[in-house]
């Protein structure tokens, strides 16, 4: 069994993010893609969570987070930190956090 990198990565969208289902959008294409973690709103406007999974995978979705989002978004940054090798997922399932 091949064992992918997997990897966790912390990200904050800048934009217009909120109330344009992005939150559901982001949740939507992480488990198309197969990856775990969460996803909230910020008192400041912006969109944070925490993507992990293959590292390939993650990347695909920085790349949305950074591009793409929700039909109605408009993204004008996205930042990604704390990347790191992880031995495993510590998430089950890719979160809406409240």
Partial sequence: MCNEDLISVDYEVFGRVQGVFFRKYTQAEGKKLGLVG????????????????PSRKVQEMREWLKSTGSPKSNITKAEFNNEKAIDRLEHSSFNIVK
Avoid: D
């Fill in 38 to 53: 969460w996803v909230q709103n910020t008192g400041a406007g912006t969109v944070k969570g925490q993507l992990q999974g």
